[in-house]
T-cell receptor
Framework: ETGVTQSPTHLIKTRGQQVTLRCSSQ?????VSWYQQALGQGPQFIFQ???????GRGNFPPRFSGLQFPNYSSELNVNALELDDSALYLC?????????????FGPGTRLLVL | DQQVKQNSPSLSVQEGRISILNCDYT??????FLWYKKYPAEGPTFLIS?????DKNEDGRFTVFLNKSAKHLSLHIVPSQPGDSAVYFC?????????????????FGKGTLLTVNP
């Protein structure tokens, strides 16, 4: 059984650009959550998807959007990048409906916005 | 407004001794608590969890204690090993009630860097 994988590992963009980050959940995991971890901070919840539908989101603006696909892969899209978007982006998958259960994290994508 | 606080940015212990990592929370709606370990260039790895209906959960060298009245939890590692050196995150879970769905999210502390010296 493979774990959660993410691509790319690192990315550099300039302010105003758009970026797409990818995640492959563990097989059989129907729920994926995305987190942003700024330097020196803990991961902060962006949103969660369950069976291709957004299941709830944290305090992030609409320019952060996502997609989840039937093959357990998902994307995080960020439009109109700002300098403060520079962070480590983590996805985490869990086997159930998004309720109380352990979330398993990928290694993250480090995004730098110049 | 930080709902999960890890007030010690770092902790250093000798190999073989006990490591105690602490976490405080403010949101009484949290009903599930987890500890994650993170090595550089890797994602957080799940260590141990505890439901709010329990006050202790043990898994090998790792024990988590929950004091609901004090809104405090701690992770004990006995005996500590050099391979335990990592950043430890405390996380608490609750439902995002304004989502319109059944979304359950985790709120993390800032982490504590544990160094176990040989």
């Amino acid at each position: 059984e493979t774990g959660v994988t993410q691509s790319p590992t690192h990315l550099i963009k300039t302010r105003g650009q758009q970026v797409t980050l990818r995640c492959s959940s563990q097989s059989g995991h129907n729920t994926v959550s995305w987190y942003q971890q700024a330097l020196g901070q803990g991961p902060q919840f962006i949103f969660q998807y369950y069976r291709e539908e957004e299941n709830g989101r944290g305090n992030f603006p609409p320019r952060f959007s996502g997609l989840q696909f039937p093959n357990y892969s998902s994307e995080l899209n960020v439009n109109a990048l700002e300098l403060d978007d520079s962070a480590l982006y983590l996805c985490a998958s869990s086997p159930g409906t998004g309720g109380r259960e352990t979330q398993y994290f990928g290694p993250g994508t480090r995004l730098l916005v110049l | 407004d930080q709902q999960v606080k890890q007030n010690s940015p770092s902790l250093s212990v000798q190999e073989g001794r006990i490591s105690i990592l602490n976490c405080d929370y403010t949101n009484s709606m949290f009903d599930y608590f987890l500890w994650y370990k993170k090595y550089p260039a890797e994602g957080p790895t799940f260590l141990i969890s505890i439901s709010s209906i329990k006050d202790k959960n043990e898994d090998g060298r790792f024990t988590v204690f929950l004091n609901k009245s004090a809104k405090h939890l701690s992770l004990h590692i006995v005996p500590s090993q050099p391979g335990d050196s990592a950043v430890y995150f405390c996380a608490a879970g609750d439902y995002l009630i304004n989502s319109g769905g059944s979304n359950y999210k985790l709120t993390f502390g800032k982490g504590t860097l544990l160094t176990v010296n040989p």
